[in-house]
């Protein structure tokens, strides 16, 4: 016998586990939810270790789920900060080429924002960039007016207070260490008792593999952390930057090149850089997990990854130790940055869903198996998002699940 019943438990207190509970309170009111999280409070991972952008849809290829679901949840994601008091600003990203060679990726980008449907994108002149960004660099520049600001740490903390206000429990400190089918219903083992549920949805992030694999699914994909490091501009240099300055990002990879990112708050960070890490919760340098790096290692799809992109890898590897490196490339964006401008400022890891010949999944994943629903990748901008995916994952569980809403 299970040492508690719901009909509904989501593995997870991410953004995308608590914003996917939130819905499913809402959508099914008569459903027993728990949400289970290992750490101590919600957010403590990918969730509360980000840029803070409400990212506005332009990056991602017409036609996929993250140009959809991000256009749909920025808009969401405002209305939610406003409606519930959560700081927020529309400060707007200026998107700069440095060379003749990134004009054509930085014009694909406005096409792909237009068919996003994004408006107010144009290429601004030099006098409308010194109003705008005085001391940003380049030889081309594209507005993206809709992008925002946002402390998604504080909308974890109000998605998991609004579950419970809707009758859903969230548990933390609670580990899910084993899943399996017994008498007809599904139990998830974890470090606090057994819990009978009906529907499990895997929302585990950087272990949303590892949790698949204890329920015995077989997932298509391999999660490998990357780690993104910060510095911060010290607080007398931080009018270099007034809202969000970015590079034309490389359209191959997930990741969006160094940049600087004003917060919530007044902060000005730069980075996040991208280096693969060798703990997958780990945000330390030095950080060192034998099972997360064998596990890695041992990967076909992460070697052959390693053999397409070892050149741009190596480099940011070389970034992450040479701060003089750093500097070069955001110099890049403003010229006028200096080493001594900058001092280390934590980092991230993200959870990138690598295929086993390699690719990185550039879309998000979510599949549903039998009684389980398993989020397989949602990188950035999964944050912003996260109230259009829940919904889309809330329809796709209870479509496989059976489910009619109240
Ligand atoms: C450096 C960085 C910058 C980013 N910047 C942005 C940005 O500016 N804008 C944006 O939109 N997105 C951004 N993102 C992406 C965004 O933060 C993530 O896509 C999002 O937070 C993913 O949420 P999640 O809930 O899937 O993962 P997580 O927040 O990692 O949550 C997963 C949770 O599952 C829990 N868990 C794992 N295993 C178990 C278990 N066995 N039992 C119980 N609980 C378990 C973990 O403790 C964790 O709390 C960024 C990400 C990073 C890393």
Redesign the pocket.
């Known amino acids: 016998m299970p040492d508690q019943r719901f009909d509904a438990v989501v593995?997870?207190?991410?953004?995308?586990?608590l914003s996917v509970a939130l819905r499913f309170t809402s959508a099914f009111p008569n459903l027993r939810l728990l949400l289970?999280?290992?750490?101590k409070s919600?957010?403590?991972?990918?969730?509360?270790?980000?840029?803070?952008?409400?990212?506005s849809g332009i990056y991602y290829k017409h036609g996929s789920l993250k140009a959809r679901l991000c256009v749909e949840g920025a808009a969401a994601m405002l209305e939610f900060c406003r409606r519930h008091g959560i700081p927020h600003q529309i400060c707007g990203k200026v998107i700069v080429a440095t060379s003749d060679e990134e004009m054509p990726r930085l014009n694909s980008l406005l096409e792909r924002g237009r068919a996003n449907g994004l408006t107010g994108l144009r290429l601004l002149d030099r006098p409308e960039l010194r109003d705008i960004e005085p001391h940003c660099g380049g030889i081309s520049w594209l507005l993206v007016p809709a992008t925002g600001i946002t402390d998604?740490g504080e909308v974890c903390k109000k998605y998991a207070e609004l579950i419970s206000a809707k009758g859903g429990t969230v548990q933390t400190a609670?580990?899910?260490?084993g899943i399996a089918e017994r008498a007809g219903e599904t139990v998830v083992e974890?470090n606090r008792g057994s819990i009978g549920a009906r529907y499990v949805i895997n929302?585990?992030?950087?272990?949303s593999d590892r949790?698949s694999r204890m329920a015995g699914a077989i997932p298509a994909v391999k999660i490998v952390p990357f780690r993104?490091e910060y510095y911060d501009l010290i607080p007398q240099r931080r009018d270099l930057v007034r809202s969000l300055i970015y590079p034309v990002p490389d359209l191959r990879f997930p990741f969006l090149g160094v940049h600087f990112t004003r917060r919530i708050g007044g902060a000005v960070d730069a980075g996040?850089n991208a280096v693969l890490a060798f703990k997958r919760e780990g945000y330390r340098k030095t950080d060192i997990d034998l099972r997360d790096l064998s596990e890695t290692l041992a990967y076909a799809g992460f070697w052959k990854m390693a053999a397409q992109h070892w050149r741009s890898g190596a480099a940011e590897m070389y970034r992450s130790f040479r701060k003089s490196a750093f500097v070069t490339a955001l110099q890049g964006l403003v010229p006028e940055v200096r080493g001594s401008d900058l001092v280390a400022d934590g980092?991230?890891?993200?959870?990138q869903a690598l295929r086993p010949d390699g690719s990185l999944v550039d879309d998000f994943q979510f599949v549903c198996t039998g009684t389980m629903l398993h989020?397989w990748n949602?990188?950035?901008?999964?944050?912003?998002?996260s109230l259009s995916i829940a919904r889309e994952i809330v329809q796709m569980a209870a479509q496989g699940f059976g489910l009619k809403s109240a």
Request: hydrophobic share 35%; with cysteine; net charge negative.
């Open positions: 593995i997870g207190g991410g953004i995308v586990g289970v999280e290992k750490e919600v957010g403590q991972h990918q969730s509360g270790h980000n840029s803070g952008v409400i990212h998604y609670t580990e899910v260490t974890t929302c585990a992030g950087l272990q949790v993104g996040p980092s991230g890891v993200r959870a989020v949602v990188p950035s901008p999964a944050a912003t998002a």
